[in-house]
C-alpha cells in the first residue's frame, strides 16, 4: 500500500477510521490531508484529481501525538541526546508535538536559552512543534523563583524543576500563583528528598542486589503535601509521572474534594514491575525516578488510566548515552527513552491485551495532555496538518539499535507486539516510522 504521498495537491485516504476525540468522531470514512497547509477535512468530489490516493482499510488516522513531558537534553547533553534527534525520536513515534523539560545545562530559567532550544527544532526540520518548559526556580535550586514571565513571552508554556521536586512549600505556593496568573500549567516531579535513598524500589531486588531502595512514600506523601496545597491556595497542578497506589487514593480523594488536579501515568510505570529487575538482574534501562513500583502499584496505576482519574500519557523520555547508563546500578543516571515506543507498548498490552479502548488510547495521548498544557494541538480538524498513521494490526519487535534517538536505554528493547504507527504526515510532509 501506498503511504509515501508525493502528489503537490495533498493526501487523500480512503476508507481510513478516523478518531478526533475533539470531535468525538471515530468512524470509516475518506479523508483529505491538504499540501498547502490547511486544515485536515473530510474529502469532497475533486479531491482524487489532485491528491496521491491511499488505500487504507484496516487502518486509523489520528492527531499527531502530544508529548507532555520529555527530556531532549540539549543545550549541554548532546552526547545523549539534541534537540534534532529527539524531535526525530519523536516524530518516528507519532507524536507532533513536545513539552520539553528544562533540566539542561544550562538550566532552561533563561530566555536565552528558551530562543536556542527553540531555534534548534526549526533547524532539525523534522516538522514537530517544540514547547519549552521553564524551570521553576533559578537553577532547579528550589529557592529564588525563576523569571517565568519573560520566560513565557520567548515561548515557554508550562513551568516545572522536574527531575527534582520544589520541595520547600513556600516557594510552591509563588510557582502555583505565577503559573495562575500566566494561565500555564505547573508540572509537578512529586518527591520527598528526605525519602529519596536509593537506585530502585525498596523492595524484594533492592535486597537481593544489597542496596536500599525508594519507599512509596517519597512519592504519595509529596503527592498529598502538594495536593493540599493547592487546594489551600486554590491553584492547578498537574502531577507527572504516577507510580503508587497510594498516589492514586490521594490523587482521587482531592479530586472529590474539588482539586483542580491532573495527572499522567508512563508506559513503563503502565507496563513493567520492579520483577523485571530480578529477572534481568541490575538491568539500568529500568533505573528511572520514580522507580518500578511492585505489580498492585502498578494495577492501581493502569485501574487509574482506565477509569480516568489518570488522564495523560507522558513518556518522560530520558535519554542517556550508553557509557553513562554503563555505570552500574548505583551510579548510573535515571531515566528510560519512551517516545518511540509507546503506542505500540501501549496498544498491544492494554488495547488487544487488557481492552482499553483505541480511541482512549488516542485521547490520552493526543487532546488530554493538549488540555493539560493549554496548547492548541491534538485537534485532526483544526491548525496545520498533523496526522499519524497506525496499523492497529501491524506486527512489531522492538530494536532500540535502530531507534532515531541517540540513546539506547529503552526498558522494552526486544519486546514484540502488535500495533504500531506507520508514520507520520507534519509540516507538509509524510515521514515512515521504522517497521
Excluded at 477510521?17 to 474529502?43: M, Q, Y
Excluded at 502531577?239 to 491532573?262: E, Q, Y
Aim: charged share 20%.
Amino acid at each position: 500500500m501506498n503511504v509515501a504521498p508525493r502528489s503537490p495537491g495533498g493526501w487523500l485516504l480512503l476508507d481510513v477510521r478516523v478518531i478526533d476525540p475533539a470531535t468525538s468522531l471515530d468512524a470509516r470514512t475518506d479523508l483529505f490531508v491538504p499540501a498547502d497547509g490547511s486544515p485536515v477535512r473530510h474529502a469532497e468530489p475533486g479531491d482524487a484529481s489532485a491528491a496521491d490516493i491511499s488505500e487504507c482499510a484496516g487502518l486509523v488516522a489520528a492527531p499527531a501525538f502530544v508529548e507532555l513531558h520529555a527530556h531532549l537534553r540539549e543545550p549541554g547533553g548532546e552526547e545523549s541526546e539534541t534537540i534534532a534527534t529527539g524531535l526525530a525520536a519523536a516524530r518516528a513515534g507519532g507524536y507532533g508535538h513536545v513539552l520539553a523539560m528544562a533540566n539542561t545545562k544550562p538550566v532552561n530559567d533563561d530566555p536565552a536559552v528558551t530562543r536556542r532550544m527553540l531555534d534548534a527544532a526549526r533547524a532539525s526540520a523534522t516538522g514537530v512543534e517544540l514547547l519549552p518548559v521553564t524551570a521553576a526556580t533559578l537553577g532547579l535550586g528550589g529557592r529564588a523563583c525563576a523569571p517565568w514571565a519573560a520566560q513565557n513571552s520567548a515561548g515557554c508554556v508550562a513551568i516545572s524543576d522536574d527531575g527534582k521536586p520544589v520541595a520547600d512549600h513556600a516557594v510552591l505556593a509563588q510557582v502555583l500563583a505565577g503559573a495562575a496568573a500566566l494561565g500555564i500549567p505547573y508540572l509537578s516531579h512529586a518527591e520527598c528528598p528526605c525519602l529519596f535513598t536509593g537506585p530502585i524500589h525498596d523492595g524484594d531486588a533492592a535486597r537481593a542486589f544489597g542496596v536500599q531502595g525508594i519507599p512509596t512514600g517519597c512519592e504519595s506523601r509529596a503527592v498529598e503535601a502538594e495536593l493540599a496545597l493547592a487546594e489551600r491556595e486554590g491553584a492547578a497542578i498537574h502531577v507527572c509521572h504516577l507510580s503508587t497506589a497510594d498516589s492514586i487514593r490521594h490523587l482521587r480523594a482531592a479530586k472529590a474534594r474539588g482539586v483542580r488536579a491532573s495527572a499522567e501515568a508512563t508506559p513503563h510505570h503502565l507496563l513493567l514491575t520492579d520483577e523485571e529487575f530480578l529477572r534481568r538482574g541490575p538491568d539500568t534501562s529500568l533505573k528511572m525516578n520514580p522507580p518500578l513500583r511492585p505489580a498492585p502499584d502498578r494495577d492501581a496505576v493502569v485501574a487509574a488510566l482506565f477509569d480516568g482519574t489518570i488522564e495523560a500519557i507522558g513518556t518522560d523520555h530520558a535519554p542517556h548515552a550508553p557509557h553513562l547508563k554503563a555505570k552500574g546500578l548505583a551510579d548510573a543516571p535515571f531515566g528510560a527513552i519512551g517516545m518511540e515506543t509507546a503506542f505500540a507498548v501501549l496498544h498491544d498490552r492494554l488495547v488487544l491485551g487488557a481492552g482499553f479502548p483505541l480511541a482512549d488510547l488516542v485521547r490520552r495521548m493526543t487532546t488530554a495532555p493538549a488540555a493539560i498544557a493549554r496548547i492548541g494541538a491534538g485537534r485532526l480538524f483544526s491548525g496545520r496538518p498533523a496526522v499519524v498513521l497506525i496499523a492497529p494490526d501491524a506486527p512489531w519487535r522492538v530494536d532500540a539499535s535502530r531507534f532515531r534517538s541517540k540513546s539506547r536505554n529503552c526498558p522494552f528493547d526486544g519486546w514484540e507486539g502488535r500495533g504500531r504507527v506507520l508514520g507520520t504526515w507534519m509540516g507538509g510532509t509524510w515521514a515512515a516510522s521504522p517497521a
